[in-house]
């Protein structure tokens, strides 16, 4: 395991980096917005960082492709934005963010995947901070366009 980013004591922060894009997560959004990749179960994706989501959210069309056996159904929850309210439910399952430099991290995650009825269809998916960002060491550098993960 090679650290790319120390703490003050020299312990590891970060040991391993991948690129990221900064700017729109689609033509009809005017926010700037921290794509990164990831694999959410073994699916690869780009997903919205956002530490202001409740959990990270995988899209109903994502989450079909994922196989049964690589997730545990935890509960029915209702996800309440500024878009509406949105049910589906609470799972656990594995998110990877795998590195360009360094090692790849995997985080056991407790992710929300909307109901396919619920209109989610045509939203991006999200890494939020409860379940996935707060299990892990996370920074980002938005001049080289780099974020930088490590096990929390």
Not at 65 to 78: A, C, D, K, M, Q
Not at 87 to 105: C, H, Q, S, V, W
Request: charge should be negative; hydrophobic fraction near 40%; proline fraction near 10%.
């Amino acid at each position: 395991m090679v650290a790319l980013l120390r703490l003050p004591n020299d312990k590891s922060f970060a040991t391993g980096s991948a690129d990221c894009q900064l700017g729109p997560a689609s033509q009809h959004d005017r926010s700037t917005r921290i794509l990164v990749g990831v694999r959410i179960g073994p699916i690869h994706t780009t997903a919205i960082v956002d530490t202001a989501a409740p959990y990270p959210i995988c899209t109903p069309d994502i989450a079909s492709l994922i196989p049964s056996s690589t997730v545990e159904r935890i509960e029915p929850f209702t996800l309440f934005t500024q878009f509406g309210d949105f049910k589906g439910a609470l799972y656990r399952m594995p998110i990877t963010f795998p590195a360009n430099e360094g090692d790849d991290l995997e985080v056991d995650a407790t992710v929300f995947i909307p109901d396919p009825s619920a209109g989610w269809s045509n939203r991006p998916s999200y890494i939020g901070l409860t379940g996935c960002l707060e299990r892990m060491r996370f920074a980002l550098d938005p001049t080289a366009n780099l974020i930088y993960f490590g096990p929390a």
